[in-house]
């Protein structure tokens, strides 16, 4: 069924599935429309942005006319997305989607693109095409033509998309919008491809697209194949590997947290943001995890934008994200003329936490390079990147923050703050012991040290046998399921295990299913849906407490609320099941992965 048609605004979040080529990612609706796709970049000016304002977006959609139901798949081990759609009279009509990717995995071609292929299955289908490109979140004039070979498609400054096909299609303009009728019968196949940037039209060479269909899921699969796992879980395994390479940027080395802008928490509220920049602490959860699972190049790349960034801070102080390509200037800005996901505003581009202070981003990046560095060697030029990092820490660990929640209130004393900068020194006393680096590891001692009698002592809450979300406070935190994760203290610890027992019971939905990152107030109006990263966090830490069968029902109801391809958002709404939040979310992905593994060693026994 077509909800446009019928009046019901746009999609749910959770029908969509994601086609990317390390450069930029396109949602590709079960209804066959390309919704959101910012182009050349992940965080560059939407072209497609139905889903944000289904009047004033743009979108690029390919349907059946008339009555249909639909299918949607990625191909095994890739990300060439599939729909099929089946009409009331048993036609069939196949949508293969993708962006190509070389044999390297590094996109094809100067400029993105993306390919739609046309395939008929059974019986004879009459179909239809709107292309509404909407260039700079639809702020900009578009100005379409009609060529032999296609649609010309620019803003009037400088950007162009070329729309091309290799059979010419009867196109209708109107209103800056292209639309056609077309039958296909049986056997019958039609290409479509998308360019930016390019002001030539050609007509579309089948055998060169299907060419670059035939590389990109060949890489796919490759990379597929080297996810190492052990365990029941292995598609789902599989799949979030997938999602998060899709979501690393090839020439830059950069990790998105996830591809979207102001997809809300809550429905109708004002908690929209935009997730389209490298959090260097979800892209060190990301690595941790692709690391976990046999992939360990993309450590290699982020190390270099790591030390890119480095060079133009003072002082071993980070900012908590960057822009892709390591600029530092992420201004919030709103964008008053698009509607919102179900009239949720403001639309936001940009983000505003860029200027806090997060202290637990160091701990994350510390941790990442104790991984990475025991597969690589550490150059004096990564040293001294990192040695500044601990010595920031260890000079500065008693300020207060803004939290691994961003919270947009007042800084406080925030306890999983406080545990990452314990991590940072950890983990820089370490390497530094072990490679016999030039270090201040005194200083670094004594800090770890007192860091560790502080948090102790001020973040454990009497009232809930557990530790809380700040100092001298009794509000309780999921992020402190994360404590012996990070090995701050061992599984086995009396307060670890009523931790995780006090988190299942104060911050669980009704039925127990899916948890809260906190309840008490943040400074910002409007509720919030439970966190998936969460309710995997819990689930690993009943798991690595022993209750295995507790751990395994909770992580086995998560499964199940993936989508239809098996991507997830943020959060989940408790009640509804709808998806909340940016999608797809690399942090609910890297959770998944890492509970998996838990839950497999745990019934290893290892």
């Excluded at 993708?98 to 008929?120: A, N, Q």
């Excluded at 059974?122 to 292309?131: C, H, L, S, T």
């Excluded at 299609?169 to 049986?186: M, V």
């Excluded at 307060?495 to 019971?505: E, F, G, Y």
């Amino acid at each position: 069924m077509d909800r446009r048609a019928a009046g019901e605004g746009p999609p749910p979040i959770s029908s969509y599935g994601m086609i990317g080529d390390m450069r930029t990612a396109a949602l590709v609706g079960l209804d066959g429309a390309i919704d959101w796709c910012c182009l050349p970049r992940f965080d560059s000016g939407s072209v497609f942005a139905a889903i944000l304002d289904p009047e004033r977006g743009g979108t690029w959609a390919i349907r059946p006319q008339g009555a249909w139901t639909s299918t949607q798949r990625y191909l095994p081990r890739t990300n060439v997305l599939e729909t099929t759609f089946r009409t009331a009279d048993g036609a069939a009509v196949v949508l293969t989607d993708f962006m190509p990717v070389d044999e390297d995995g590094r996109p094809s071609g100067e400029h993105p693109e993306i390919h739609r292929k046309l395939r008929c299955t059974r019986g004879r289908v009459a179909m239809q095409m709107v292309f509404m490109p909407r260039f700079e979140y639809g702020a900009r004039t578009t100005r379409l033509e009609v060529l032999r070979a296609g649609v010309f498609a620019t803003d009037r400054t400088d950007q162009v998309l070329t729309l091309s096909s290799g059979k010419a299609f009867d196109w209708i303009l109107e209103q800056s919008t292209a639309t056609t009728r077309f039958e296909l019968e049986k056997g019958e196949e039609r290409w479509l491809v998308l360019r930016y940037d390019d002001d030539d039209i050609h007509p579309v060479d089948r055998y060169e697209s299907a060419q670059k269909l035939d590389i990109t899921a060949a890489f796919w699969a490759r990379w597929s194949a080297g996810v190492r796992y052990r365990g029941p879980f292995r598609g789902m395994v599989k799949r979030s590997a997938l999602v998060l390479k899709l979501l690393t940027h090839a020439e830059t080395g950069a990790i998105i947290a996830a591809p979207t802008t102001s997809l809300p928490e809550t429905l109708g509220g004002v908690r929209n943001w935009d997730y389209r920049f490298v959090w260097l602490r979800d892209a060190a959860f990301t690595l941790a995890a692709l690391d976990a699972v046999g992939h360990r190049r993309e450590a290699d790349a982020f190390m270099r934008f790591l030390k890119k960034v480095c060079r133009h801070e003072g002082g071993g102080h980070l900012q908590i994200m960057y822009g892709i390509d390591g600029r530092r200037d992420l201004v919030e800005r709103q964008l008053d003329h698009l509607s919102g996901y179900y009239g949720s505003r403001p639309v936001r581009v940009g983000n505003g936490a860029v200027g806090q202070l997060q202290l637990d981003v160091y701990g994350e990046v510390l941790e990442t390079a104790d991984i990475w560095r025991r597969n690589n060697e550490m150059t004096e030029g990564t040293w001294r990147v990192l040695r500044g990092l601990v010595d920031w820490v260890s000079g500065n660990w008693a300020l207060p923050d803004s939290s691994i929640w961003e919270v947009r209130g007042e800084v406080r004393h925030y306890v999983f703050s406080k545990v990452m900068s314990w991590v940072a020194l950890d983990r820089g006393i370490r390497m530094a012991d072990e490679l016999g680096l030039e270090s201040n590891t005194a200083s670094w001692q004594a800090a770890r040290a007192a860091l560790y009698a502080e948090i102790m002592q001020r973040g454990w809450s009497e009232k809930h046998q557990s530790f809380a979300q700040c100092y001298d406070d009794d509000a309780l935190d999921a992020a402190a399921l994360a404590i012996p994760m990070v090995r701050f203290l061992p599984w086995s610890h009396p307060r670890v295990q009523s931790t995780v027992r006090a988190v299942a019971r104060e911050l669980t939905s009704a039925d127990g299913e899916l948890v809260y990152r906190y309840r008490q107030p943040d400074g910002l109006e409007g509720e919030e849906g439970a966190f998936s990263i969460c309710t995997f966090w819990l689930a690993q830490a009943l798991a690595m407490i022993g209750e295995p069968e507790r751990a395994s029902r909770v992580f086995r109801r998560m499964l199940r609320h993936a989508n239809h391809v098996g991507l997830y958002s943020e959060e989940i709404d408790p009640v509804t099941g709808q998806f909340l939040g940016n999608f797809p979310q690399a942090f609910t992905h890297i959770a998944l992965i890492n509970c998996a593994a838990a839950l497999a060693r745990a019934e290893s026994g290892s």
